[in-house]
C-alpha cells in the first residue's frame, strides 16, 4: 500500500484522501482553499503506472499551482515506487 501520510496543503489548495476500497493506491480530491470548489482528482492511471491529476471541467490553473500539483505528483510517484519494491521478495 501506498503511504497514507496526508498531502501538504498548498496556499490554494487542499487534499483530502477519499476511499478507495480493494484498491493498492490512493485516490485524492483537490480543492481550491478559498472557495471550496472541486478542482479535480490525483489518481493512478495504470496504463502509465503513474499518478495523475485529473482536472474538473473549467477549472484554470496558472504556474505555481500546476507546480504545486507536480511536486505532489512526484512525491506519491516516489513513494509508491518505494513501497512497491519494498513489498516485492
Known amino acids: 500500500m501506498t503511504d497514507l501520510r496526508p498531502l501538504k496543503e498548498t496556499d490554494f489548495m487542499r487534499f483530502e484522501d477519499l476511499p478507495n476500497p480493494r484498491k493498492l493506491t ?3 480530491t483537490v480543492w481550491n482553499k478559498s472557495q471550496g470548489y472541486d478542482l479535480g482528482r490525483i489518481h ?3 496504463r502509465w503506472r503513474q499518478y495523475i491529476f485529473e482536472p474538473s471541467k473549467g477549472t484554470l ?3 505555481s499551482c500546476l507546480a504545486d500539483l ?13 513501497t ?3 513489498a516485492k521478495p
Open 84 to 86: 512497491r519494491r519494498k
Open 26 to 28: 490512493r485516490l485524492i
Open 61 to 63: 490553473f496558472n504556474v
Open 44 to 46: 493512478w492511471y495504470s
Open 70 to 82: 507536480a511536486d505532489r505528483l512526484g512525491y506519491l510517484n516516489t513513494m509508491h515506487r518505494s
